[in-house]
């Protein structure tokens, strides 16, 4: 049995923001959570999320992606959306799940492939922020 504090982060496809920030809350804090992601609706990792995980030596390229329907029946204590989205869809979990909406730019479709690239970046980097503030106020 863990004493550890159950994370899922959502977003629609678990493609990118979500993914991102499990891999970062899970190198960051993996001892003090577990952590998980999912998409209202399961797609595909993108390569441009794991090329920019990559950047600070996080690697999420095992990762796949999921559909809520996944953990629906299980309990959490933070369901945190990372897009507007998934935010309006998000279903109720059972138990005493704090939700929290981060309203994090979805880095899809903008531009070339470097543009794109720096969008997952500035997502990346705005995740790391509140991650970062998300255990130090957990840890308060």
């Keep these: 049995m863990t004493n550890r504090k ?13 993914q991102m920030a499990e891999g970062l809350l899970r190198s960051r804090a993996g001892n003090r959570f577990e952590v998980f992601s999912a998409g209202t609706m399961a797609s595909f990792v993108r390569p441009q ?10 690697d999420i390229s095992a990762h796949r992606s999921k559909s809520l329907n996944e953990f629906i029946d ?7 959306t990372v897009c507007d989205h998934a935010a309006q869809s998000c279903p109720v979990f059972p ?32 995740l ?13």
Excluded at 6 to 18: D, E, I, K, P
Excluded at 74 to 80: G, K, Q, S, T, W
Aim: with cysteine.
């Design 6 to 18: 159950r994370v899922l982060f959502l977003c629609t496809g678990n493609s990118a923001r979500s």
């Design 49 to 58: 999320a794991i090329e920019a995980m990559k950047e600070l030596a996080i």
């Design 74 to 80: 299980e309990p959490f204590d933070y369901v945190i």
């Design 95 to 126: 138990g005493d799940a704090k939700r929290i909406h981060w309203s994090i730019k979805d880095p899809v479709g903008i531009g070339d492939d470097e543009a794109q690239l720096e969008a997952f970046r500035v997502a990346r980097d705005d």
């Design 128 to 140: 790391k922020n509140r991650i970062e503030k998300f255990i130090a106020d957990e840890t308060a």
